[in-house]
């Protein structure tokens, strides 16, 4: 599969997983989806990223959740959304499965 092909697969995921969440009741905005590999670097170099994010591929992206009007940012308010992400296709991949749990991060795996 080309990397074409796998940005056309992970958007219409993505998309798919908007759906389902609004359809249970959950809201939320984007977060950061595009990462150019230059902010990648200076991520990795603050210890807040990797430098080869799938965001530079165009393979990741963060959600932000609100339940009930509240941004949350915890990986246990995501766990239903990341549990879901993980079941919809075998290379989907949760944030909150990292070492360093990132429960707003979904992926798809290259």
């Known amino acids: ?27 939320f905005t984007d977060g950061e989806a595009y ?32 339940i009930d009007g509240i941004y949350r940012t915890t990986t246990d308010a995501h766990r239903p959304i990341g549990e879901m992400w993980k079941t919809m296709h075998p290379a989907c991949r949760w944030g909150g499965d990292f070492k360093k749990p990132d429960g707003n991060h979904y992926e798809l795996d290259p």
């Open 35 to 66: 990462r150019p590999p230059e902010t990648a670097a200076v991520y990795a170099a603050k210890g807040i990223g990797v430098k080869d994010s799938l965001h530079t591929l165009k393979l990741a992206e963060d959600l932000n959740l609100f």
């Open 1 to 27: 599969m080309t990397l074409s092909q796998k940005q056309r697969l992970f958007f219409k995921l993505i998309s798919e997983l908007r759906v389902r969440t609004l359809a249970q009741g959950y809201e």
